[in-house]
Structures are given as C-alpha cells and as structure tokens.
C-alpha cells in the first residue's frame, strides 16, 4: 500500500463543509473534506460522520465509474445507484467519497491509482479519522461500484485487504469493452426502423418473434447482438440507449485508434472485413463533410438553450470547465451523425478531434477522449472542422476480429472452431480493462462479495455476472460458497428509471423497469451481517446461460436471490380485448424468494403515465405470497399496458425508506 499523506491545507476553501447535509438529513451529520497529495496526483474525498449514538463501527464507500469528482454522493447526484448518505448514516456507518486520485475522468498513466490504490488510502486514512472521532478502533468497511465502479470494486477486492466485503454491480469482463458497444451500435445502425415492431413482439400479448419481417441483413444484426448478450426487452429503450453509448464511445475511440491504429484502415480495404465489399446500407451511411464552427457552445449555456447537452457531462471536473460540450456549425450533413469524428483541421486545436453524441439542428453534442480533450480549449468560431464517421462505422463491427475462445459469446463467429473473419493482432479487451479498474478480474478476494446484475441491462450484459461468477468458483473451489453470491435483477436496466418532468413517454419508462437501488441496499447490509455476524447472505439467483442470454426460472422459490417475482393477468391472459367502458379484472400472484422478505407496497399503473396512482390498502408487511386482485374500466381507446409495481422489504418495515426491493409485472389492454 502506497503511503497517504495529507498536504496540510487549512484555509477556509477545505475547512468549510462542502455540503450543507443539514439540508436533506434532519439527524446532525459531521462533515470532513480532506485535500491531499497522492504521488504526484489530487487525491480529494469527503467523510460524512453520524453522530456517536448512530455510529456501530463501520464504513461504506461507493467506488465511481470515472474519476475526477468525490462530490456526487453528497450532492445525491446519484440516489438511483443505491448507498445515500442517508443510507450509510441510517445503517450505522458513514461514508466515504473519494475522486480516486484524479481531477479528469481519465485514468493516466497509472491506472492503479484511480482502479484501487487511491481509493484504498482513503479508506485507511478514514479509519484514522474515525479513531479520533469514535475511539481507537477498526471499522469494518464495505466498498460497491456500478460499471466502470463495478470493474474497480473488483479490482479493489481482488488486490488490497482494505475492505471486508464489497458490492460490484452492473459489471463487465475483460472482454467487454469496446466489444459490448460495437455490436449494438452495428444493430442501431441497422435495425433502427424495425424496433417499434421488435419491442411490440416482446410486450405482453405479442407474439414473441422478433424476426418476423425482418430483411435477412436486419435478422443477421439481429441475431448477432442477442447471441453477444444483449437483452432484447432493452430495445424499448433504443433513443436513450443510442445518445448515451455514443457518449461512451466518445470515451473509447482515441484509446482504439491507439490500441489498434491499423483496424481503422483495414476495414476498408482489407478482404473480410466488411467495409471492404460494404452493404448498400453501409455504403450509404457514410459520411465526410467539411464545415466551419459558428460558435463553441458551454456547458452552462447549453443548459440554457435545452438542447440535452447535459448527457456524459455528469462527470465533467474543473479541470474541464473551458473545454466546449456542443459545436453550432454553418452546416450539418443529412443522416446520422452519431459517433462521427470531428476533427479540427484550422485554428488553434487543429489536429485534434472531437466525437459527435448528437444533434440539434446546427449543434452538435460532442465528448471528447483521453488523448485529445486538453487541447481543444482553444477552438473557435471560424475554425473549419471536418465530419468522418468512417472511424465510427468501423468500429460496428470489431468485435467480429476479436474471438476469444474462453468466451462462449465469440462461438457465432467461428466454423469448425476457427474465426470466419479475420482476426487483430491482439485483444485490446483486457487493455480497456486495465485502464478502467488497474487489474483484470483474477476471482482472488478474501473478503465477502456480492455481484448484483440487471437482466435487461443494455450495458453491462448479463452473461457477464455469470461469468465472474464461474471464474471466483474454478479458482477458489468449495470456499466460494462462503464469501460470493450472484444476484440478477429482473426489469432492471444499467441505470435506474428517470422520468423527467418534460418526459411524455406512454408507456414511461418507470412501467417498464424498476430501480434497483434497494437490492443494492439490502446487499450491502447482507454483507455486513455476514461479515460482522456470520450470517450468510440469502443464496445466489439460479440461472442458465443460453446463446448469450440469461434465463432464470419463472417462481421466486425456485428462483432464489432476494427479488419478488410478479405475475399479471388481464381477464385471465397476457392481453384483453375490450370496448371502451368494459371492466377488466387484474390478477396478480406476488411471491418473495425464501428468506427475502415480505411484501410492503403494492401499486398498480394503467394509462401509461408512471403516475402508480392505485395503492392496495390491504398490506400490513407480514406476507411473502400474496394474490392481488382489482378491475379497471378504460374510458379511450387504445393499446395500454398496464403494471403492477411492488416492493418487498426484508424485515416487513412498511415505513422505512431504504432496501425495499422492487419488481414488476406488466399486461396488454387493447380498447376498440
């Protein structure tokens, strides 16, 4: 462990609390803000300290997907991704918040720093400061990250004995990136306008093929992203998906034109690759156009015009305060500019490039990656700019040149057990994945560990969980029965469901997913009961992997995990088919694995809206099978879904905020 030390600052800037928790929290919370050097790096983090009374000895700390910020916990930035302030307070602890080491998102040349040693020494030195608060003691402490926090979680675990047990969340493989963006990007591209009839096929009451009508380009997409792991049930949700993954891809593509600078040329003249005999529908999707910048356009003034040019900005630091987040250009080019560079060719950040996320008219939403983004501070309106997504198109594909036989995935693109594509020199998987998190996944902890996955997660793939899974068994044995479990989380996507105010989306998005912030919730103090009082977390989802896919058993009890199930009928099926003013009888059965809990809140949506207005008053959190039941009489035509949203909570505590457990169940209504 590389040593910690303090830079000594004591000026106002760090003596002042840095958020006033008093605000949201009516329990009095102490607040440190600690600004320290780190072997040459800004290693910041905030503590936020319960009183004694509240205090049981231990810490939480959340593990952030990128660096550059220890503030978002404590501006409740991310409530959705579980582990509040108020949760670590309310479970006897408090919390720790680091920005790893770092004042950008970016790791440097070290990524050990920013993947687990910063984080490390901010949790040991916290354990200094709780024994002067508290008394001289060791408190127990528990780490969790989701995504790229997912991959350093593990890597935290796997690579220092600092915490007692952790919670990796949404996570990833070696092989993950940029293998998982590609090919859905290949199946955006292709399938874009067939997804309405996709999603329709897989909503309660549709037929379930999602093939039908489909050209036999668009089945082979098709079928190649579904065999990669991506769940299909995610493509309701394609618009979100599309701008936020080119935000990741902004991220991506310096580090691949590194990795592998020849695979871009390649592609297009080389024979099996496919840009070098390129489909009609690629050939026209290419684009190179030269324009002029009218104006940079910044983050706050973006905010202004409404434009969305807040997605990937979440982890914008200081130090990236004059780099601009949107172009307006004098002209934008016809089709799709997701993911295109835009290199500067004029002025003084010629040479350097930044990638398109999307687009507003004249403006464009850019991001910007390692190599590139401190120099194009400088741009200015007059610059000529050149748009190519020849780089973006490329990439669709790379994951077909980068078979790796340990990863059953890959088998599609293999006969007789050799690659049908050609295939690059090395797998620039493990390098992302070093880059993000120090390491790469070996399945060594001592700890306790909980992996908490998402199946309809369009990022990190399901198949994923499973196989750190059968990784932490191969190389640990029978042991790992003591210290690791797997659970998956049904209607549950990367990111919890937002519904904001301007969203009129029908059905919403919160009729579909659920949050999971409560299984989150509840692993973390599973973790601590286990760790601190021998009491073994409820067993691991059962599951099976099937051509990329998870599949998990349709009853909780055979099921297992700490998630209910919830089945939904509409006059007795899947669909109905009334008339206006008929009434429709909703039945539900609710069922809570063994020792997961009871059912607390029962809530039924039918318009569409997310609103939930019709709460079952019949509750009192004793039970863990339950049948639901109530009639509903639609006053418009229309196609509705209807849903029925509950959650459980282990103890049955109908008041308590935090660790309640959500899932869903969802029906047709067709109204003539």
Known sequence: MTEFRTNGLKDPEYDRPYVDVDEWRDTPVRHRYVHGGFEGTDLRFSFYFPPAERYEGRFFQPILAVSGTEHLFGQQLLAGMGGSIDFAIDSGGYMVESNLGRLTPFPGEDSTVTGFRASAAA???????????????????????GSGGGFKTMSCMENTDVWDGGLPFIIGGPQSMPNVFSVQAHAMRILWEKFPQIVDALDPGGDGDIYARLSAEEREALTEVTRMGF??????????????????????????????????????????????????????????????????????????????????????????????????????????????????????????????????DDVVITGQGETEFASLAGIAAGDEVLIDNSVYLAFQTYHRHQVDPDFPVWDQFCMAGQPIYPQ?????????????????????????????????????????????????????GPAADDKFRVWFVDHAMHLPPVRAATDDLRPARTTRIVSYAGVLEQALRDLVAWVEHGLPAPASTAYEVVEGQVVVPAEASARQGIQATVEVTANGGARADVAVGDEVEFDAWVEVPPGAGTVVAAE??????????????????????????????????????????????RQGNMVKPHARVENLGRVRVVVE
């Open 231 to 360: 769940p299909p049930r995610g493509w309701f949700d394609v618009r979100r998906i599309a701008e936020g993954y080119t935000g990741v891809w902004s991220m991506l593509g310096n580090n691949m034109i590194k990795y592998d600078p020849g695979y871009f040329e390649d592609f297009w003249t080389v024979p099996g690759y496919l840009g070098a005999n390129p489909t009609e529908s690629l050939a026209n999707a290419r684009i190179q156009h030269k324009t002029t910048v009218v104006q940079p356009i910044m983050a706050d003034e973006a905010q202004r015009l409404g434009i969305g040019a807040a997605t990937n900005t979440i982890f914008r630091t200081e130090a990236m305060a004059d780099i601009p987040v949107a172009l307006r250009l004098e002209g934008v080019p016809t089709g799709k500019l997701m993911g295109a560079m835009l290199s500067v060719t004029t002025g003084r950040s010629a040479g350097h490039n930044f990638w398109i996320i999307s687009t507003h």
């Open 424 to 476: 690059r020199p090395n797998l620039i998987g493990p390098q992302f994945t070093i880059a993000g998190a120090g390491s790469v996944q070996s399945g060594r902890f001592s700890g306790k560990v909980i992996v908490v996955e998402c199946l309809m997660d369009e990022a990190a793939y399901p198949w994923q969980a499973a196989w750190y899974d059968e990784l932490v068994h191969k190389v640990q």
């Open 123 to 145: 949790a040991e030195y916290s354990r200094v400061l709780a024994g002067e608060m508290y008394g001289e003691h060791r408190p127990y402490g528990y780490c969790y990250g």
């Open 604 to 649: 039924w949506d039918f318009d569409g809206s997310g609103d939930y207005a019709v709460h079952s008053d019949v509750l009192d959190g004793s039970l863990s099978r339950l049948r639901v039941t109530t009639a509903h009489a639609f006053t418009e035509r229309g196609t509705y879904f209807p849903a029925l949203r509950v959650r459980t909570q």
